[in-house]
Structure formats: C-alpha cells, structure tokens
C-alpha cells in the first residue's frame, strides 16, 4: 500500500469528521435555539436578527466554530477521548455565545451588558449553551471512536 494513499485517506477522514462536527453542532445548536425561544428570541430583535430564521442565524456560526475545534482538539492530536469530545462541545458553545455577545456590545454598548439583568441573562444562557454543547458532544464523540472504517486504527480510545 502506498504510504501517500495512507495519508491522504487519513486528511479526507479528519477533513470529513470535522465538517460533520460541525454540522451536527449546528443542528444541535439549533435544537436548543428552538428549546431556549423566549429567552433567546428577546436576544435576536435586540441585535436586530428580525427574520424569521433567526434560530438558524443564532446557531450559524458553531458550524464553523464547530469544524475548526474538532479538529484543533480531536483529529489534529489523534486522540479520542469521551473528556476531549465534551471539552470540544463546550468550548463550541463558549465561542458561539461570546460570538453573539460581542455583537449585543457592538449594538448597545459596554454599558447596557452591565445592567445586572442583562448581565444574568447573558450568564443564565451561555450556562446553559454551555451545558448542552458538553452533553450533546458526548454521542459525536462515541460516534467518532465506533464508526471508524478501519477497528485496527481505533487509538487513544480511553475516558
């Protein structure tokens, strides 16, 4: 077998897994956009998100965010762990929510994020995204680890 075949069907598995991270974080982001309406849609008419998509536009950015941290933290380093795979789904939700807090700050200002009710519910909902993207990267992760092509290649699998 010739070694750059190896390697280029290793890149195409991570590039794919990757990218399906992604996608399912931005499904899953939007499951919860969807759980989370009222809270979050008051978030949505104050940045000015009017439309009626505005689950989908909350929940647009973990595609990418999602596709470049799975990589970074799992395919990159080869490594397969249950602990990876929350830290992962966390750390997509953290950088959606400060995404779409800096937006709040760019319309009104440093200040109105400073109003001890605004500061609660920007806290109460990145918690809870928070939450959710550590839970619901648990299954990507056993996913990632029993639907590899090849069980002899299975590494790092311990939690």
């Not at 249950?82 to 959606?96: I, Q």
């Not at 069980?151 to 699998?157: A, G, K, L, Q, V």
Request: proline fraction near 3%; aromatic fraction near 12%; charged fraction near 10%.
């Amino acid at each position: 077998m010739d070694p750059t075949d190896t390697f280029r069907s290793t890149v195409d598995s991570s590039r794919s897994w990757s990218l399906s991270a992604g996608l399912y974080m931005f499904i899953c982001g939007t499951v919860v956009t969807l759980l989370l309406t009222d809270i979050l849609g008051l978030l949505a008419d104050v940045i000015g998100l009017a439309s009626e998509y505005w689950m989908v536009i909350l929940a647009s950015p973990t595609f990418a965010i999602g596709a470049v941290v799975w990589w970074t933290l799992i395919e990159r380093r080869g490594s397969y762990t249950y602990v990876l795979g929350g830290v992962f789904g966390l750390v997509t939700a953290l950088l959606t929510g400060v995404l779409w807090t800096g937006q709040f700050i760019l319309i009104w200002g440093i200040e109105m994020a400073e109003v001890p009710a605004v500061a609660f519910l920007i806290s109460f909902v990145i918690g809870i995204v928070a939450i959710a993207g550590f839970l619901t990267a648990l299954p990507l992760m056993y996913a990632r680890c029993h639907l590899e092509s090849n069980p002899s290649e299975r590494r790092n699998r311990s939690m």
